[in-house]
């Protein structure tokens, strides 16, 4: 069965650092692209990134801040999101990337900008 | 990069049938059939129900259909039940390996 499992939200400060975490398993990690996907409150889904085997792509709205990456040994994917702002408060959710779909989501983790 | 638009909210009686609309423009929608579609209840994991404009994955029953034309994609919901009440995203890949989102619609089951 496939299952993710996201890890490492919390508060964070406006211009701080967070690294989110999604823990893979039920499928071969290395074979599928994967994406993080947010909602913030009260608003919609919004994608953010996505990674494969040899190219990472970024939502206009956190280029040049985050970086998506994955650890195949692990099974794990990873979000590091720098130049924290207000607007990036949300539910990050990553996904299993299939047929140019979503196919498997985690249950999210929530991250929160504030000082 | 504009999110789709679809409409804030429909209703329907147990028993029809409701469309929810998404358009976008020839960038997205319109480029391909990259178009999938997301049931989403609160609290809970979104699920995708259509994928390639009218595909279904396994385990979706068939009274959930996708279709489009031009720059507007359709997702139709038959036979509603009050278990389908949740929010409903469309979303759209480019060729640029990016994907837009509609803002979403909420599906209420009178």
């Known amino acids: 069965e496939v299952h993710l499992a996201e890890s490492g939200g919390g508060l964070g400060q406006p211009g701080g650092t967070l690294t989110l975490s999604c823990a893979a398993s039920g499928f071969t990690f290395n074979t599928y692209s994967m994406n993080w996907v947010r909602q913030a409150p009260g608003k919609g889904l919004e994608w953010v990134a996505y990674?494969?085997?040899?190219?990472?792509t970024y939502a206009d709205s956190v280029k040049g801040r985050f970086t998506i990456s994955r650890d195949t040994a692990k099974n794990s994917l990873y979000l590091q999101m720098n130049s924290l702002r207000a607007d990036d408060t949300a539910l990050y959710y990553c996904a299993r990337d299939a047929n140019w779909s979503f196919d498997f989501w985690g249950q999210g983790t929530q991250v929160t900008v504030s000082s | 990069q504009s999110a789709l638009t679809q409409p804030r909210s429909v209703s329907g009686s147990p028993g029809q049938s409701v469309t929810i609309s998404c358009t976008g423009t020839t960038s997205d929608v319109g480029a391909s059939n990259l178009v999938s579609w997301y049931q989403h209840h609160p609290g809970t994991a979104p699920k995708l129900i259509i994928y390639?404009?009218?595909n279904r994955p396994s385990g979706v029953p068939d009274r959930f259909s996708g279709s489009k034309s031009g720059n507007t994609a359709s997702l139709t919901i038959s036979g509603l039940q009050a278990e389908d009440e949740a929010a409903y995203y469309c979303c759209s890949g480019t060729g640029s390996l990016t994907w837009l989102f509609g803002g979403g619609t909420k599906l209420t089951v009178l």
């Open positions: 390639y404009v009218s």
């Open positions: 990674i494969s085997n040899d190219r990472t």
